[in-house]
Structure formats: structure tokens, C-alpha cells
């Protein structure tokens, strides 16, 4: 095979890029980093809703089903010839190991048949891109709140690949923390979609439930939240479950906001993001806007197609890596527990 250190990254640079690190199979056809070309995601939650979660088994051999047909349709919606494609790039965590290895495995033995690099690409980074994406002028420093199942994290991007973690949760996720009162309240997986929609017609004023660590540092915590709503729904089985959500949602949105405003005036932002597959939901998108316009500060929501997991940030976060680390090398593997690359380091074995 050839050498690719001495190819050039520029504008015209055509990436295929696979993601299946969860429930999702995506992929993409991105070119000079931010001009998407094609991006099909087809979701596996019809899979896992009767198990009220993902079911890592089932999504590696869905995966393996979904992916050729994915890929086929995103090179063919991107209108190019699959000649024209440059380097193959795929998540290579942090994610489930069976679902990474399948996207993995695809990316690598496509960039063998075509001749081309492989990119391996980190996940939480791709979602710190969904914004950029949409709105490549966007100054740093930027502040970016990234919300999804796994992680909630305040992030400081300083430059590309230049990440400073301002805050993150020590205890459950956003998303994880939808997730589980959902499930507790009976509406089903995933919860977030399910509590935005009926949390629309809920009072939030109804129930003070508690903002844990709102007055205190950088950092988040969820899991008292979610007590606190079981045991309000124990001790008042009558209580409605449009105004039980509306105030959990309520109560989440509250501090992050909150703490994304103290993030973007500790370090002076140019500019906050949303990022994670919790971004997608209504209240914090509202409320975040709403904060950016107080404070004076740029604000960017990326679509909540682009929030949720998708080929096209990898595609993004790929065209960048390529150009500053260059390619990664085919006897490279799949890392599920995969951290963020921060430049403050101090803080290397926490859940991030
Ligand atoms: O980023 P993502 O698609 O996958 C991970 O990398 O984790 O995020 C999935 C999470 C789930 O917890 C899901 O419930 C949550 O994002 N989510 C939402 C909404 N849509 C998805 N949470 C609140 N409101 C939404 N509209
Ligand atoms: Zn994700």
C-alpha cells in the first residue's frame, strides 16, 4: 500500500465516514470538513424499545445488516463516484465494542480495496464538531455544552483539537438521567424524545424538584434528581405525568444553562454550542438561545438532526484530525472506554 503522509487535506478533501458506536447506523459523505454531500442515519430504536434500552448483541448484528445498504445510499445521494473518495473514516469509540468493531472493520477494508487513508475517530469529539459544522465562522474560544446519554460535559474548545473540560457530571449523564425517569414514568425508550413531547403539555411551576450543585463549580449531578422524582411519584401516585416531566426537564435545563452561562464568562467565549443527543431537546434549545441573547454572546444550535448521532460529524471531526495527526494506521483497533483528548490531562481516570 501506499504512503498517504504526503497527500494534501484541503477543500476539496471527500470523506466517507461511518458511525456506529450505539444504536444508530450512519454514514456520510463529507467534503473539505464541513460541506456535507450526504448523511443517512438508519436508528435501531424500534430494535431495543421492547428491552428498554440497547441491547449491545442486537446492535452489532444490526449493524452488520444496516451498514452496506447505509453506506451504498450515502454514496449515491452524495452524487459523487466512489473513486472521488480520499479516506474512509469511521468512530472508533468510546462506544459498544461489538457496534464500533463492525464500523471499524468496514472503513478499514474499504480504504484497502480503494487505496485510500483510514481515519479513526473519537466520538465525543465528532459531536464538539456538529456545530462547527453548520456554522464553520464560529470564533473560539467557543464553550460547548455536550449532553448525551453518556456524557455531559462543559468543554472549552480553544482551537481545533484544543479541548479545556470546564465541568462535567459526577454521577449520571443528562441523557441517562432522561432516560431512567422515563422508563420510571412509563413513557417508554428513548425518554428524552418521550419527556419533550409530554412535558409540552405539563405545568412546570408544579413541583420544585431540587438543582443539585447549581451554586457550586462547574460540575453536574442528576442522579439526586432522578430520586427525587421517583419518590414524589411514590408518595403521590395521583400526580400527573405531563407536570411531573415538565418539572424534571425543567430542573435539568435549569443548570445546565445555568452552568454553560458561568462556563462562557470564566473563559470570556466567543461563542456557546450545543452538542449530544440531548441538544435535540425543545426546552434546552430554547433556554440556551434565550441566555446567549442575555449575556450578549454568539449562540449555536446545531439542527437536531446534527445533535443526535450521525456520520456527518465524524466526516467533520475526521477532515480535521487527518489534517493536524494524519491518518491512523490500519492495525489500529476499537476503543469502547475512548476519553476526550484535553489539554489539561490533571484529570485523566474520571467518567467523562
Ligand atoms: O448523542 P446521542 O444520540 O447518543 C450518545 O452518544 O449517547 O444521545 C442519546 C441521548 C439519549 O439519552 C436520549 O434520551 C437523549 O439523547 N435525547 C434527548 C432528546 N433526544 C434525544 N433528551 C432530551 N430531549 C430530547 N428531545
Ligand atoms: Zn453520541
Same mark, same amino acid.
Given at each position: 500500500?501506499?504512503?498517504?503522509?504526503?497527500?494534501?487535506?484541503?477543500?476539496?478533501?471527500?470523506?466517507?465516514?461511518?458511525?456506529?458506536?450505539?444504536?444508530?447506523?450512519?454514514?456520510?459523505?463529507?467534503?473539505?470538513?464541513?460541506?456535507?454531500?450526504?448523511?443517512?442515519?438508519?436508528?435501531?430504536?424500534?430494535?431495543?424499545?421492547?428491552?428498554?434500552?440497547?441491547?449491545? !448483541?442486537?446492535? &452489532?448484528?444490526?449493524?452488520?445488516? *444496516? =451498514?452496506?445498504?447505509? $453506506?451504498?445510499? #450515502?454514496?449515491? /445521494?452524495?452524487?459523487?463516484?466512489?473513486?472521488?473518495?480520499?479516506?474512509?473514516?469511521?468512530?472508533?469509540?468510546?462506544?459498544?465494542?461489538?457496534?464500533?468493531?463492525?464500523?471499524?472493520?468496514?472503513?478499514?477494508?474499504?480504504?484497502?480495496?480503494?487505496?485510500?487513508?483510514?481515519?479513526?475517530?473519537?466520538?465525543?469529539?465528532?459531536?464538539?464538531?456538529?456545530?462547527?459544522?453548520?456554522?464553520?465562522?464560529?470564533?473560539?474560544?467557543?464553550?460547548?455544552?455536550?449532553?448525551?446519554?453518556?456524557?455531559?460535559?462543559?468543554? !472549552?474548545?480553544? &482551537?481545533?483539537?484544543?479541548?479545556? *473540560? =470546564?465541568?462535567?457530571? $459526577?454521577?449520571? #449523564?443528562?441523557? /441517562?438521567?432522561?432516560?431512567?425517569?422515563?422508563?420510571?414514568?412509563?413513557?417508554?425508550?428513548?425518554?428524552?424524545?418521550?419527556?419533550?413531547?409530554?412535558?409540552?403539555?405539563?405545568?412546570?411551576?408544579?413541583?420544585?424538584?431540587?438543582?443539585?450543585?447549581?451554586?457550586?463549580?462547574?460540575?453536574?449531578?442528576?442522579?439526586?434528581?432522578?430520586?427525587?422524582?421517583?419518590?414524589?411519584?411514590?408518595?403521590?401516585?395521583?400526580?400527573?405525568?405531563?407536570?411531573?416531566?415538565?418539572?424534571?426537564?425543567?430542573?435539568?435545563?435549569?443548570?445546565?444553562?445555568?452552568?454553560?452561562?458561568?462556563?462562557?464568562?470564566?473563559?470570556?467565549?466567543?461563542?456557546?454550542?450545543?452538542?449530544?443527543?440531548?441538544?435535540?431537546?425543545?426546552?434546552?434549545?430554547?433556554?440556551?438561545?434565550?441566555?446567549?441573547?442575555?449575556?450578549?454572546?454568539?449562540?449555536?444550535?446545531?439542527?437536531?438532526?446534527?445533535?443526535?448521532?450521525?456520520?456527518?460529524?465524524?466526516?467533520?471531526?475526521?477532515?480535521?484530525?487527518?489534517?493536524?495527526?494524519?491518518?491512523?494506521?490500519?492495525?489500529?483497533?476499537?476503543?469502547?472506554?475512548?476519553?476526550?483528548?484535553?489539554?489539561?490531562?490533571?484529570?485523566?481516570?474520571?467518567?467523562?
Amino acid at each position: 500500500m501506499s504512503n498517504f503522509a504526503n497527500l494534501v487535506v484541503d477543500e476539496s478533501t471527500v470523506i466517507l465516514a461511518i458511525e456506529t458506536s450505539c444504536d444508530e447506523t450512519a454514514a456520510a459523505v463529507v467534503m473539505g470538513g464541513n460541506d456535507v454531500l450526504s448523511s443517512v442515519v438508519s436508528t435501531q430504536i424500534d430494535l431495543h424499545a421492547q428491552y428498554g434500552g440497547v441491547v449491545p !448483541e442486537i446492535a &452489532g448484528r444490526a449493524h452488520l445488516d *444496516l =451498514l452496506n445498504p447505509v $453506506i451504498a445510499q #450515502a454514496i449515491r /445521494e452524495s452524487g459523487i463516484d466512489e473513486r472521488r473518495i480520499n479516506a474512509v473514516a469511521a468512530t472508533h469509540g468510546p462506544g459498544l465494542i461489538g457496534a464500533l468493531l463492525i464500523g471499524v472493520s468496514a472503513a478499514k477494508a474499504l480504504a484497502l480495496t480503494w487505496e485510500v487513508p483510514y481515519i479513526g475517530v473519537n466520538h465525543l469529539e465528532a459531536h464538539l464538531y456538529a456545530g462547527l459544522l453548520e456554522d464553520p465562522t464560529l470564533e473560539m474560544p467557543l464553550v460547548v455544552l455536550l449532553v448525551s446519554g453518556g456524557h455531559t460535559m462543559l468543554i !472549552e474548545m480553544r &482551537g481545533h483539537g484544543q479541548y479545556k *473540560l =470546564l465541568g462535567r457530571t $459526577i454521577d449520571d #449523564a443528562a441523557g /441517562e438521567a432522561f432516560d431512567k425517569v422515563a422508563r420510571f414514568l412509563g413513557l417508554g425508550y428513548p425518554g428524552g424524545p418521550a419527556i419533550d413531547a409530554i412535558a409540552r403539555t405539563g405545568d412546570p411551576r408544579a413541583i420544585s424538584f431540587p438543582r443539585a450543585m447549581m451554586h457550586d463549580g462547574l460540575d453536574f449531578s442528576f442522579s439526586g434528581l432522578k430520586t427525587s422524582v421517583i419518590n414524589y411519584v411514590r408518595n403521590n401516585p395521583a400526580a400527573n405525568t405531563a407536570d411531573v416531566a415538565a418539572c424534571f426537564q425543567e430542573a435539568v435545563v435549569d443548570v445546565l444553562v445555568s452552568k454553560s452561562r458561568k462556563a462562557a464568562d470564566l473563559i470570556g467565549a466567543k461563542g456557546l454550542v450545543l452538542g449530544g443527543g440531548v441538544a435535540a431537546n425543545s426546552l434546552l434549545r430554547e433556554r440556551f438561545m434565550e441566555m446567549c441573547e442575555s449575556e450578549g454572546r454568539r449562540g449555536l444550535l446545531p439542527s437536531r438532526a446534527m445533535c443526535t448521532d450521525n456520520a456527518a460529524m465524524i466526516g467533520s471531526a475526521a477532515w480535521y484530525r487527518w489534517r493536524s495527526d494524519g491518518p491512523t494506521t490500519l492495525d489500529s483497533g476499537a476503543f469502547p472506554n475512548l476519553r476526550l483528548p484535553l489539554l489539561d490531562s490533571t484529570w485523566a481516570r474520571g467518567k467523562n
